[in-house]
């Protein structure tokens, strides 16, 4: 097969965008006037720091003492800059701990062929489902959790009255108010875009309820695919908000809490 390659040329129009992106737009003659006031004032300042030097050293020794001091600046400005650029360099904290009990908690339910047929956990030993870890998630939160907020992909939505029943079985004396998110939407689970408008969707529906209740909110992230994970983690760099993921191991529930500062703190 014979790609054509297509080229590039470089117009006019190229050429007054890379002028505007590097010094600015020309064309407003107020931009021009500031450029010319800027350029005046650069090529003055070290005549005049030139000019003020020679009054108190000698021509002789002038070219010497210009070097040195000159060398000089340059280094306090190096300096400068490193500690500036440290003292400023984005910091991404993160917090662990075992998730403490919530009352609002946010899962992803993912699709199943068949609807396990599990009414305690030891079934589990026997059956293997997608939907341990939710309830597994769910349990961890008991008695204190009151809203269990479900985020169903367009393949998983027509399995939450199933996910339902599934949960009743398991805790029958619970008193959990469940809602479903996205039925009326067509979430794609490896869509970014489509994750992340869903998580906030979620969030709002919290804070319109009470604006207090965010950080009575926890996003589980362990069900669903690996972009599922990402997003709902990354979605929690928001001051407030924490993800908990449920070990595979030993089932331990632990929360994260990502903290993304502008400065460093040593």
């Keep these: 097969m014979r790609v054509r390659l297509i080229k590039n040329s470089f117009s006019g129009r190229n050429l007054k965008n890379a002028l505007i992106s590097t010094v600015g737009d020309f064309i407003n003659p107020i931009t021009f006037i500031i450029l010319i006031i800027f350029a005046v004032a650069v090529s003055w300042i070290p005549d005049g720091l030139g000019n003020l030097l020679n009054m108190f050293v000698s021509d002789k020794y002038f070219p010497y003492v210009q070097v040195l001091l000159g060398t000089a600046l340059l280094f306090i400005l190096y300096i400068l800059t490193i500690h500036y650029v440290k003292k400023n360099y984005p910091k991404l904290e993160i917090y662990s701990e075992e998730a403490p009990k919530r009352e609002n908690l946010i899962i992803f339910l993912s699709p199943v062929n068949s609807v396990p047929e599990v009414r305690s956990f030891e079934d589990f030993k026997k059956v293997y489902t997608p939907w341990q870890m939710p309830a597994v998630a769910v349990k961890h939160h008991l008695p204190k959790l009151k809203n269990l907020y479900v985020i169903l992909s367009n393949k998983s939505k027509n399995n939450f009255e199933d996910f339902k029943e599934f949960l009743n079985r398991l805790f029958p004396d619970s008193d959990i108010n469940i809602y479903p998110i996205g039925y009326d939407k067509d979430i794609d ?8 408008d869903i998580i906030e969707e979620v969030y709002e529906t919290i804070r319109k309820k009470d604006k207090r209740k965010e950080r009575e909110t926890i996003i589980d992230v362990t069900g669903g695919q690996k972009l599922v994970s990402i997003v709902g983690a990354v979605q929690t760099l928001i001051e407030g908000r924490t993800f908990q993921y449920v070990s595979t191991t ?4 632990k929360s994260f809490d990502l903290r993304y500062h502008g400065e460093h703190n040593d």
């Excluded at 689970?189 to 992340?196: H, I, T, Y």
């Excluded at 030993?250 to 529930?253: A, K, L, P, R, T």
């Design 250 to 253: 030993d089932y331990s529930v």
């Design 189 to 196: 689970f490896e869509n970014m875009e489509d994750l992340k």
